[in-house]
């Protein structure tokens, strides 16, 4: 299951033209939001139509090379599965205009893609912005249309999964899961 790295999409191929050319890249986007992070992952119950949430923790790590991130997130499953954690490796490639990603969780299969940048609405700021990814992918056992649209309001931070089935003969997206994460002030400098 991929977070947030679960974060974007944008159309780098618009950021070229002459009045978008100071407009911030995706991958500086992606790095503006290291540090703590703290919210919910929620999940969509269909029986009642309303989101369920799991308290969880992220850290995302910006690496030196600009376009690399690391996001670790951590939550509690219950008694039976007890505190889970998820490490994502996403890098951002502005040529293919793409997000490609690893993810690994315990006792699971590493989870592996690439998503396509759509678009990237940048705001007024490097903490104000949306991004839309797209890939084909298998959602449950079926193959999916699978779009993660990435939302950066200051310090709130944005990330909705939604699903579009191949062969059900609909154009019909459907939300799967989200997390809604707050930033976490920096503690005072270690002396």
């Known amino acids: 299951m991929r977070l947030p790295v679960m974060i974007l999409s944008l159309s780098l191929a618009t950021m070229a033209t002459p009045a978008l050319a100071d407009a911030p890249t995706p991958q500086a986007l992606i790095a503006a939001t290291q540090g703590q992070w703290r919210g919910e992952l929620q999940y969509r119950d269909y029986q009642s139509n309303r989101w369920m949430g799991l308290p969880v923790d992220v850290e995302i790590v910006a690496q030196p090379d600009q376009v690399t ?81 990435t939302t950066r309001d200051g310090d709130q931070l944005t990330t909705l999964k939604e699903v579009n089935p191949d062969g059900d003969g609909k154009d019909v997206w459907l939300p799967r899961n989200r997390t809604v994460l707050t930033r976490i002030p920096a503690g005072p400098a270690a002396r």
């Open 69 to 149: 991130t690391v996001r670790t997130a951590r939550y509690n499953d219950g008694p039976k599965t007890g505190i889970v954690t998820i490490t994502s490796v996403s890098l951002i490639d502005p040529q293919a205009e793409t997000e490609s990603y690893a993810g690994f969780r315990k006792g699971r299969p590493v989870d592996t893609g690439s998503a396509h940048i759509d678009r990237v609405d940048a705001g007024p700021d490097a903490a104000h912005w949306t991004i839309v990814t797209t890939e084909k992918r298998i959602d449950g056992n079926s193959p999916a249309q699978v779009r993660e649209t």
